[in-house]
């Protein structure tokens, strides 16, 4: 089966820069994915990592090492608004591509 | 505009009743998911279909069913077996052997 692990609850200050890790098991790696939720809504792809290595789209960056099943995503210059739950989510194949994702991590930013 | 739609946005039943969720999308997606979320926790997946006319349970099918007819449409119902629903429950679709899920905005059920 599959299974991740990524820290419950997060606190940086405004402008700030935060690191949100995850670790996952799984047979069949396909990629790791990053989802943005909000209170009360659904969430929202933030980014995808099939390969070794940093993406970076804007303010927000994730990185996965497929040898040591781990990945990261990392935001710059945090605003208000960034607060929120991020979620890991590692995709498998065999056959079928299924998805599963970690409990996630909220994030609060703070003045 | 493409999207997924999912209604309604908050369904009340009566235990015991089984109830539909309505999922619909026109971003030409071959894959649909249905995942359940409870307050404070990840999304559970329920059931997944790649294609029309075949689906899979995920890690929790029982007391849940679903259909795939049309490409667009992937409803679930929610059975008088499935012993908590209250939920809110989350539709997705994504391209073939894609890591990216599009989201619906999501259905409350509560069951009282």
């Known amino acids: 089966g599959q299974s991740l692990e990524q820290p419950s609850e997060v606190t940086a200050v405004e402008g700030a820069i935060v690191q949100i890790n995850c670790t996952y098991q799984t047979s069949g790696f396909y990629g790791l994915s990053w989802y943005q939720q909000h209170d009360g809504g659904a969430p929202t792809f933030l980014s995808y990592n099939a390969l070794d290595g940093l993406e970076e789209t804007g303010r927000f960056s994730s990185f996965l090492s497929r040898s040591d099943s781990y990945g990261y995503l990392l935001l710059q210059e945090l605003q208000m608004k960034d607060s929120a739950s991020y979620f890991c989510?590692?995709?498998?194949?065999?056959?079928?591509?299924?998805?599963?994702f970690g409990i996630g991590t909220k994030l609060q930013v703070i003045p | 505009d493409g999207g997924i739609t999912q209604s309604p946005k908050y369904l009340f039943r009566k235990e015991g009743q089984n109830v539909t969720l309505s999922c619909e999308q026109n971003?030409?997606?071959?894959?649909m998911y249905w995942y359940r979320q409870d307050p404070g926790q990840g999304l559970r997946l329920i059931y997944y279909?790649?294609?029309?006319?075949?689906?899979q349970k995920g890690d929790i099918a029982e007391g849940y069913s679903v259909s795939r007819e049309k490409k667009e449409s992937f409803p679930l119902t929610v059975t008088s077996a499935q012993k908590n629903p209250t939920a809110f429950y989350l539709c997705?679709?994504?391209?073939?052997?894609?890591?990216?899920?599009?989201f619906g905005p999501g259905t409350r059920l509560t069951v009282l």
């Open positions: 279909s790649q294609i029309v006319n075949d689906f």
């Open positions: 997705a679709s994504s391209k073939a052997a894609s890591g990216t899920q599009y």
């Open positions: 971003l030409n997606h071959d894959a």
């Open positions: 989510a590692v995709s498998s194949s065999r056959g079928y591509q299924k998805v599963t």
